[in-house]
């Protein structure tokens, strides 16, 4: 799910809406999840929740394993009922009592019986979303049943993004009801339960077939394929879908609404999008990268694991619901803003979906992943110049805005830039640091070991162990267990033979990494690259090593490939100081958006390599510009800009940077 917000450099001033509202930068939103969530005018902000790990054995009542969900379900968009029944097949681990579920509390029980063996079954609902059901006799341990639920009523309001909701028509959106799966607020996140009854461990896989029964004239679609449609005799179409693949039960979905079907593939996988009959011009644009990139991710990743694929229009954001994407309408432009959040979506369908979390501390495994996977889409399409251009501009700024105290394992908040984006920096750097042969060679192996299951974090280090050839205990523990991220400080005498680096980051945490350095001479006409490994200290005196050829260093570059989650800061010692070149920044970049979300004022901190003329516009999630603002031209060096939210509304605002030669655009959420 997109709920991250990170730095993006886009040529267009429309550039992209942010996931979430969320994960601007500090302990806010992200983009989700199930990925985007966001950006609401006049949307409440999320509570930080402390994440819990979430097993199995945590509930003593789910002695049982879940096989398959099978549900016959009326959705009346007019009247905002639900209503049906719900068969859900499991298996006893032990001998079972009592079958402990989710549902909502104000939903009416109709009906629950027992399906096979035979079991008599009373129910009672205790708690505002626990409905117990008790066996007589108990489930002997290995004995398989199905338990149907028949139920009616209204989905209640359970957390601002997640759970089934009903919208009426605005404009140019049609009346819609639609379920997202995760619950923002929610601890542990699984928001399905104010629909349908369902155990929600990620770790528990099932199978889905669904039949929905919407209001005359609607469209109805959820996982998997259509089977069939069949008129009822009250003249409404009951829609058939089998979803074969297990999937975790928060990955479910359904969405009703007056919907136009876009086929962009018919098999290998099938590529469908039900989007509004309003936005059928814009979506030819807006969804002509899917079919590409959905073909690059499956030679990077393994085969495409299901049967189709696809987005579905619907109100709040996105989450990688299987097989259909809930993408947020708005974003429904004719250009490719907004193609980092398709990418996103498109790769949880294997980081999520295909390999799930093991447990929520595991989330950046799903949420990482994908917001790397951005960057590996626009290597697609685009080359790895496009690439480099993402992780510098699209990834690392939101990674280093961040300030949280936590790791990205276990982390306190889920839906941050400390999950997302810096879960994607690691991701980068274990590309970096392996290669691509065996980062790619790894990530492949991982998928099929894990195929319709579950990961967790040292699974994938074990698999990065294999193909690196040594432990990468000093990696993990640092970037995934430990805080923050390094901030150099190099110091160099003239004439020196050596170096001293420091590691000037306020965290606990230092950082073991091969570090490039690159060497200049005085008018930075000819340079050397050299790699030294820092050690997890404070302070080190490093050799330069072997000579530097025809030349003494003037000046120093750290890291000038972006290999690594940092900030460098060079000093030059010497009797001719005054003489060295000015240690300026060697290109454009945006370093912070602070604070993020903002109330009422927010920052642009930015670096400048030349003196030039910069430009700042100001748009809202729709577009439009609501502000511009030249700045004249500015000296290099680091620089800032402030704008005042004052007089707009809350919601989510897209800063485009500029200077005669380059854009950048960065997004941040007001909060007011």
């Known amino acids: 799910m997109v709920l991250s917000c990170r730095l993006h450099i886009a040529?267009?001033?429309?550039?992209?809406?942010?996931?979430?509202?969320?994960?601007?930068?500090?302990?806010?939103?992200?983009?989700?999840?199930?990925?985007?969530?966001?950006?609401?005018?006049?949307?409440?902000?999320?509570?930080?929740?402390?994440?819990?790990?979430?097993?199995?054995?945590?509930?003593?009542?789910?002695?049982?394993?879940?096989?398959?969900?099978?549900?016959?379900?009326?959705?009346?968009?007019?009247?905002?009922?639900?209503?049906?029944?719900?068969?859900?097949?499991?298996?006893?681990?032990?001998?079972?009592?009592?079958?402990?579920?989710?549902?909502?509390?104000?939903?009416?029980?109709?009906?629950?019986?027992?399906v096979g063996l035979q079991h008599v079954a009373s129910y009672a609902q205790q708690g505002t979303d626990s409905l117990q059901i008790d066996l007589t006799p108990p489930l002997a341990a290995g004995d398989t049943i199905g338990i149907a639920i028949a139920y009616h009523g209204t989905p209640p309001q359970i957390d601002t993004w997640g759970g089934f909701r009903f919208a009426p028509e605005s404009g140019w959106r049609p009346e819609i009801g639609f379920s997202m799966g995760d619950g923002l607020s929610l601890d542990p996140p699984p928001s399905n339960y104010n629909w349908l009854p369902s155990?929600?461990?990620?770790?528990?896989?099932?199978?889905?077939?669904?039949?929905?029964?919407?209001?005359?004239?609607?469209?109805?679609?959820?996982?998997?394929?259509?089977?069939?449609?069949?008129?009822?005799?009250?003249?409404?179409?009951?829609?058939?879908?089998?979803?074969?693949?297990?999937?975790?039960?928060?990955?479910?979905?359904?969405?009703?609404?007056?919907?136009?079907?876009?086929?962009?593939?018919?098999?290998?996988?099938?590529?469908?999008?039900?989007?509004?009959?309003?936005?059928?011009?814009?979506?030819?644009?807006?969804?002509?990268?899917?079919?590409?990139?959905?073909?690059?991710?499956?030679?990077?990743?393994?085969?495409?694991?299901?049967?189709?694929?696809?987005?579905?229009?619907?109100?709040?954001?996105?989450?990688?619901h299987a097989t259909c994407v809930s993408h947020l309408d708005q974003a429904v432009v004719a250009n490719h803003a907004y193609d980092w959040l398709l990418f996103h979506e498109m790769s949880h369908m294997w980081w999520g979906d295909w390999v799930t979390l093991g447990d929520w501390r595991d989330l950046w495994l799903n949420e990482g992943f994908a917001t790397y996977c951005e960057a590996l889409g626009m290597e697609i399409m685009g080359g790895h110049t496009a690439y480099q251009d993402y992780i510098v501009g699209g990834i690392y700024p939101d990674a280093r805005s961040a300030t949280d105290s936590y790791s990205i394992y276990d982390p306190d908040y889920y839906w941050g830039a400390t999950v997302y984006q810096k879960g994607a920096a690691v991701m980068h750097m274990l590309r970096e640091l392996l290669g691509d042969s065996a980062f790619f060679g790894a990530l492949r192996e991982f998928g099929q070991e894990h195929a319709y299951g579950n990961a967790v974090t040292a699974d994938w280090q074990a698999k990065l162990e294999q193909h690196y050839g040594e432990s990468l205990d000093w990696f993990f523990d640092e970037w995934v267990y430990g805080t923050r991220y390094p901030r150099y400080r190099l110091t160099y005498g003239l004439f020196d033979t050596g170096f001293e680096l420091e590691q000037i980051q306020t965290s606990p945490t230092y950082f073991r990494m091969p570090l490039e350095i690159r060497w200049y001479d005085g008018d930075r006409t000819d340079s050397v690259t050299r790699v030294y490994w820092t050690e997890p200290v404070a302070d080190q005196f490093i050799e330069i090593g072997e000579p530097l050829p025809d030349f003494f260093p003037w000046d120093a570059a750290v890291d000038p490939n972006h290999k690594i989650l940092k900030t460098a800061q060079v000093i030059i010692e010497g009797d001719d100081a005054e003489e060295q070149p000015a240690l300026l920044p060697l290109q454009f970049a945006i370093t912070s958006v602070t604070p993020n979300p903002f109330n009422a004022a927010a920052t642009l901190r930015f670096v400048l390599p030349t003196p030039t003329r910069v430009d700042l516009h100001v748009y809202n999630i729709q577009g439009a510009l609501v502000e511009p603002h030249d700045a004249g031209t500015l000296s290099a060096g680091p620089q800032h800009m402030t704008w005042s939210g004052a007089g707009h509304a809350s919601g989510l605002y897209i800063f485009q940077l500029s200077t005669p030669a380059q854009s950048l655009t960065a997004k941040a959420v007001l909060l007011k």
């Open 199 to 320: 155990y929600a461990d990620p770790a528990d896989k099932l199978s889905w077939e669904c039949f929905l029964t919407p209001d005359f004239g609607t469209v109805a679609t959820t996982n998997g394929s259509l089977v069939d449609t069949l008129r009822m005799p009250d003249n409404l179409l009951r829609w058939h879908y089998v979803q074969p693949e297990p999937i975790s039960t928060y990955l479910i979905f359904v969405a009703i609404s007056d919907y136009e079907l876009m086929v962009q593939r018919q098999s290998d996988p099938q590529i469908l999008n039900y989007v509004y009959p309003s936005r059928v011009t814009q979506a030819q644009t807006h969804f002509s990268n899917v079919p590409a990139v959905l073909d690059g991710y499956s030679a990077l990743f393994g085969p495409y694991p299901f049967a189709r694929f696809g987005y579905n229009m619907t109100r709040i954001g996105d989450m990688e």
């Open 11 to 114: 040529q267009r001033a429309m550039a992209n809406i942010i996931i979430l509202l969320i994960l601007l930068g500090s302990t806010g939103f992200a983009a989700p999840r199930a990925e985007l969530l966001w950006g609401i005018p006049g949307a409440s902000p999320v509570s930080p929740t402390r994440c819990r790990p979430r097993t199995l054995d945590d509930d003593s009542l789910h002695n049982y394993d879940a096989l398959s969900l099978t549900a016959d379900l009326r959705f009346s968009v007019v009247a905002h009922s639900v209503s049906g029944v719900a068969t859900i097949r499991l298996t006893g681990a032990a001998d079972l009592p009592r079958v402990n579920l989710r549902l909502s509390s104000t939903y009416d029980i109709d009906s629950v019986t027992v």
